[in-house]
């Protein structure tokens, strides 16, 4: 698993430049994956989900690519965006509902 | 869809003071709900997972009679901070959790509420 840092791991990007975010998970039996944003002092909010039964999902501007064999799930966002600046959290979970989050990397872009 | 509402969004209290939390589902039903604590630039903890018309599971570490939970409906948590200390102020958030027809179960969040003890 992630261990507990005392500062988030920061990606800084240029607008319009792709970006990728990494996790690593720690629980093999872990069958579904969310990534979620956060802004500053408000709920995460639902990008894209993946069931372990896939290795790739794609929405709108964004990826979610997962890797079984190093429990390893990345999310990439074309075209990065200021308005997309955030922290971004990927969350596993395995049978029912209970999420088990990262610590989170936060993602800033500059014009 | 999917929305989530908590409230109040801050809060301030003084010492020794309960504080309650709601948390409400607005288009959707969720037996279950969860509640988690946030500190500054770090992860969400979760606190406890509350059932509706059961008790509700805490995380070990969790004070159960600290943080009383009741989810009186399938759209309405609550969360009360029973006699709130300065080490209490912290982000709280609330999520549902939500199945959809394909079966996936995913948790949709609410907005949080800073809670400030002086």
């Known amino acids: 698993g992630e261990s507990v840092g005392l500062h988030l791991p920061t990606l800084s990007v240029q607008e319009g430049d792709n970006s990728i975010i990494n996790c690593a998970y720690s629980?093999?039996?872990?069958?579904?994956f969310i990534w979620y944003k956060q802004e500053s002092g408000k709920g995460p909010q639902f990008i894209i989900d993946?069931?372990?039964?896939?290795d790739k999902r794609q929405g709108q501007r964004v990826t979610v690519l997962l890797n079984k064999t190093v429990k390893h799930l990345s999310l990439q966002i074309a075209a990065t965006q200021p308005g997309d600046s955030a922290v971004y959290f990927c969350?596993?979970?395995?049978?029912?509902?209970?999420?088990?989050f990262g610590k989170g990397t936060m993602l800033l872009v500059s014009p | 869809g999917a929305v989530v509402s908590q409230h109040p969004s801050r809060v301030i209290c003084k010492s020794g003071t309960s504080v309650k939390i709601e948390c409400r589902s607005l288009?959707?039903?969720?037996?279950?709900m969860f509640w988690y604590r946030q500190f500054p630039k770090k992860s969400l903890m979760l606190m406890a997972t509350?059932?509706?018309?059961?008790?509700?599971?805490?995380e070990q570490g969790v004070e159960k009679d600290k943080f009383l939970i009741n989810h009186a409906s399938l759209t309405l948590s609550t969360l009360t901070v029973t006699s709130a200390h300065p080490e209490d102020s912290s982000f709280y958030i609330c999520s549902a959790h939500l199945r959809d027809r394909g079966l996936k179960d995913t948790q949709y969040f609410g907005p949080g509420t800073r809670l400030t003890v002086l």
């Open positions: 969350a596993e979970s395995s049978g029912y509902s209970t999420l088990t």
């Open positions: 629980n093999s039996a872990s069958d579904y």
């Open positions: 509350s059932n509706e018309g059961s008790k509700a599971t805490y």
């Open positions: 993946i069931r372990s039964n896939m």
């Open positions: 288009d959707f039903q969720a037996t279950t």
